[in-house]
Structures are given as C-alpha cells and as structure tokens.
C-alpha cells in the first residue's frame, strides 16, 4: 500500500545541481520521518539524508553535508532532495523511504559525468 515514486534525476556537469522529487502515497505522510538513500552499481546503499516529519530539521552524511537540502510539503504529500555542488562520486540511484517501512521506489538515476 505505501507507495513512493522518485523523479527529477538525469545527467548533470560536475559542479551542477539537481532536485529529486518523492511523491508518497498510502500512509499518513505528515506523521512519519523521511529518508534519502543511493546506490551506485557495485556498492552498498549510502544513507544520504533524514528528514523529520515535520519539516523542521534534517540530518545529513559527511559526503553531502553543505550540499544536499531536504525539503517536504506533507500537504501534498512530497519530498525533494536539493544537491548542489554535485560531484561525479554522488551519481547512483536515489531513493526516497520511510523508516519501518518495506517498500522502495523504482528510483532515479543521477549521473555526474563530463
């Protein structure tokens, strides 16, 4: 039933920016925290970000801290991830979740690249 749907990824120059979108769907969106992750080919799923419910405060990893922002409107039920500064280390697959929660988007890939 918990739905989330990630969007806004592409090719980006070193240096560029790009914001992700994440529409949730079948749960009470406004209630919960929520996360950002990613995934290169080849490696582990990195936390990239947390959210509190309410929008007020957000917690970032070493490898993003100063470039990435997490925003949310829990009247329309989004979240989007803000990076800045990008790098060709941050290209992968981000995703949006919510914690204690199974499901997982499709993802959007993010590639860095000249």
């Known amino acids: 039933q918990v739905q989330l749907v990630e969007s806004g990824g592409g090719l980006v120059l070193p240096g560029g920016s790009l914001r992700l979108s994440c529409a949730a769907s079948?749960?009470?969106?406004?209630?919960?925290?929520m996360r950002w992750y990613r995934q290169a080919p080849g490696k582990e799923r990195e936390w990239v970000g947390t959210?509190?419910?309410?929008?007020?405060?957000?917690n970032y990893p070493d490898s993003v801290q100063g470039r990435f922002t997490i925003s949310r409107d829990n009247a329309k039920n989004m979240m989007w991830l803000q990076m800045n500064n990008l790098k060709p280390e941050d290209t992968g697959v981000y995703y949006c979740?919510?914690?204690?929660?199974?499901?997982w988007g499709q993802g959007t890939q993010v590639t860095v690249s000249s």
């Open positions: 979740n919510v914690p204690s929660f199974p499901a």
């Open positions: 959210i509190t419910n309410d929008g007020n405060r957000a």
């Open positions: 079948g749960f009470e969106f406004r209630r919960y925290g």
